[in-house]
């Protein structure tokens, strides 16, 4: 491994510093096409060390020394990354919004993305003037959304469906960690209506990030191409088989005036106002995401 003068052999033989070994990671991502090498490199040292962000940043510029066995173990991890697995699968941790999730195999892995997709989530329990309003997220895989909207409008009730037995760990382990605020069921999203039983029709607000690339498409990053789960990404052969569940089911889940909120791809919008329009949602809309693209599409069951 290289990156400018110091090479992997001489942190381990010489105990370069802290620095030293990271400037160098970053340097490997860099070359295996990382998108953010300075801050996975930041991020595996703190990981390694059992530190935060700010207190790795104070023994970067100190004369800290770490241990060969941490250095290994280090060195170990840049390796794994630089083939391209997930940084989340490494440190068995994704940040969400004010959460701390456990992920791994099995799990779709939560994006920055749809954070703002829970804002929305939020916005509309906060403004429906319910004491005990009703939330349900389908598709939950590790839990993300649901336990984000639990977290922070602590008043709503949660419920979550995920298919995926798999994912549906991850999601239980999240969920036990943070008190078990979500009702979580498992199951296809076809089928919430008869999951949720005597609670159908009283929803407040459904909410989804299904899967939604085309069958035939490639994802272009290799993190999600080669080991995030197929369930979560493929929608059939325009992406939008899910979608048009959604639409449906959604109708018999939320109570008049309810809200539908849907994450898609940002070439979907229009497609996706389609059938919500086309299943009677009223109105409906768009929205983008904080890089101006189209990402979310909401819709109002009609009082």
């Known amino acids: 491994m290289r990156s400018g003068s110091v090479t992997f052999e001489d942190i381990m033989t010489n105990g370069e510093s802290l ?16 998108a953010t090498p300075e801050v996975d490199a930041l991020l595996l040292a703190a990981h390694v060390l059992g530190v935060g962000r700010g207190e790795l940043a104070a023994r970067l510029v ?19 990354r630089s083939r391209r697995e997930p940084l989340q699968h490494i440190t068995g941790e994704a940040g969400f919004r004010q959460l701390v999730l456990a992920v791994g ?31 349900i997220d ?9 336990l984000a909207v639990a977290t922070e409008a602590p008043h709503a009730q949660v419920w979550a469906v995920e298919k995926s037995s798999e ?8 969920n036990e960690t943070n008190g078990n605020p979500v009702t979580l069921l498992q199951g296809d999203l076809a089928d919430s209506v008869t999951l949720v039983g005597d609670v159908a029709g009283t929803f407040d607000v459904v909410v989804s990030n299904p899967p939604y690339i085309p069958d035939e498409a490639v994802p272009r990053d ?36 309810g809200l539908l909120a849907i994450e898609h791809g940002e070439l979907q919008g229009a497609d ?13 809309s768009t929205h ?14 009609p009082s």
């Open 19 to 34: 620095g030293d070994a990271v400037s160098a990671a970053a340097g490997e991502f860099a070359e295996a096409g990382i």
């Open 288 to 301: 983008p995401d904080l890089t101006t693209r189209d990402r979310y599409t909401t819709g109002v069951w």
């Open 167 to 174: 994912a549906l760990e991850w999601a239980c382990r999240n």
């Open 272 to 284: 996706v106002r389609q059938i919500l329009t086309q299943a009677g949602w009223r109105p409906v």
């Open 138 to 146: 389908l598709g939950t895989g590790s839990g993300a959304i649901a």
């Open 62 to 80: 100190s004369d800290f020394a770490w241990s060969g066995p941490q250095r290994e173990q280090f060195w170990g991890l840049v390796g794994r």
């Open 222 to 257: 290799t993190e999600v191409r080669l080991y995030d789960p197929a369930l979560a990404l493929y929608g059939g052969p325009d992406g939008l088989d899910a979608v048009r569940v959604l639409a449906h089911v959604a109708r018999d889940l939320v109570a008049p005036g």
């Open 105 to 135: 195999p099995g799990a779709f892995v939560p994006r920055p993305e749809t954070e703002l997709l829970v804002q929305m989530v939020v916005d509309a329990v906060m403004a429906s003037g319910q004491p005990s309003p009703r939330v």
